[in-house]
């Protein structure tokens, strides 16, 4: 056997120990983090939930870990409610972080990036949907933890300044509205609009509230999206009104987006070093729906997948509510809607690209868009 050279032996213990000083110098010491590395907290429901209700004891109307869904992007079901990627997803990506995993999601502990609280059919209010999902006060619960964690990893300093860096971004509230015509609730006759948008928002407020108190001063918002026309919808009264969207729901949407800027707008006030982004999904969204073509689109009202009129019947899959069989287009980038109550990735990329990059100090992102607030 031929001995090893002086010199080979000298430069083979060279690369070991720079290749153990990298890894020392990853994530898993204290300080370590660059002065650059920003961190994304994602907290909501299925138009951020990158898959926590694939862990939770729920029912198949809130779950998407089945086909059709994930079948462009990812190639096998997620957990998100699309063919692939979400908003969240894209924003990641022009952050230059991975995609952020669900909290759930076994064996994941690693912080540092952001983590993804989202949970489908989850509501600013306890109640929305109770039993099935993971409330808003859950995920801050949630979030708690993980605060505590990377406070023991990288000491009080660097937790300080990696949470006070990092963005919160928020999708919250539709399933508050939405369950209200999709279930037997009887909320809306216990208390008036007014009074019940207040209860709403002001859940969401004391979550941002407490996020701000532990650190947090980055907050990335989308408003409501006129639901009222998400074809699970339109089908709720089609013998009144012919297919047309719910003008109850739109009403809700329109008083509590109202609501939504005006509080937001106060908390900047109140809040030493507040920065917010709002993004008019609700406008935005609209014009694709309305106007698709002129977006890229061949559909706007009926989705890709499921059954009936508009495929509004959330059958998508065949896995809910008994319906086995279900319609499901050949091109989802074609179409708007891909189930009765979601989107399809490639709108996601176009409202993900417009709160990255949208005119600041305008009304589609209000004073920052997502990429101030990464670079703040």
């Not at 339109?234 to 949407?253: F, M, P, V």
């Not at 977006?295 to 896995?319: D, I, L, M, Q």
Request: charged share 20%; net charge positive.
């Amino acid at each position: 056997m031929a001995k090893l050279s002086p010199l080979f032996i000298l430069l083979f213990l060279h690369l070991v120990l720079a290749s153990t000083s990298c890894e020392s110098t990853t994530y898993k010491s204290k300080h370590y983090l660059p002065k650059t590395h920003v961190a994304l907290f994602i907290f909501g429901d299925s138009f951020l939930d990158a898959g926590n209700n694939n862990y939770i004891n729920t029912t198949t109307l809130d779950q998407a870990n089945f086909w059709p869904y994930g079948e462009t992007f990812f190639g096998f079901p997620t957990g998100r409610f699309s063919d692939g990627r979400l908003i969240s997803d894209f924003i990641a990506g022009y952050a230059n972080l991975p995609l952020i995993p669900p909290f759930l999601q076994p064996g994941f502990r690693h912080y540092y990036d952001g983590v993804n609280f989202a949970s489908s059919g989850a509501g600013a209010l306890d109640e929305t949907f109770q039993g099935s999902v993971i409330d808003l006060k859950t995920q801050l619960r949630f979030y708690k933890k993980v605060e505590a964690r990377l406070r023991q990893k990288l000491g009080s300093a660097g937790a300080e300044v990696t949470l006070s860096k990092a963005v919160y971004l928020f999708s919250i509230g539709t399933n508050d509205y939405m369950s209200t015509f999709l279930t037997s609730s009887t909320i809306l006759s216990t208390y008036s609009k007014s009074e019940y948008i207040e209860m709403v928002i002001g859940n969401l407020t004391a979550v941002i509230k407490e996020i701000y108190t532990l650190g947090g001063r980055k907050f990335g918002f989308m408003n409501l999206p006129e639901f009222g026309c998400f074809p699970g919808v339109r089908i709720i009264k089609q013998h009144h009104t012919n297919g047309r969207c719910l003008k109850e729901a739109l009403s809700l949407t329109k008083l509590h987006n109202q609501a939504l800027s005006k509080q937001l707008m106060k908390l900047e006030k109140q809040l030493k070093g507040f920065k917010y982004s709002l993004y008019d999904l609700n406008s935005c969204l609209r014009q694709i729906v309305n106007h698709p073509s002129k977006y890229g689109f061949k559909e706007g009202k009926t989705a890709c997948c499921g059954t009936g009129k508009f495929r509004g019947v959330h059958s998508c899959g065949g896995k809910r509510m008994g319906i086995k069989e279900y319609n499901l287009c050949e091109n989802p980038n074609e179409y708007v809607y891909w189930d009765s109550y979601h989107l399809t990735e490639n709108v996601y990329k176009q409202l993900a690209d417009q709160m990255w990059r949208g005119t600041a100090n305008s009304h589609t992102v209000g004073r920052y868009n997502l990429k101030d607030l990464f670079l703040a």
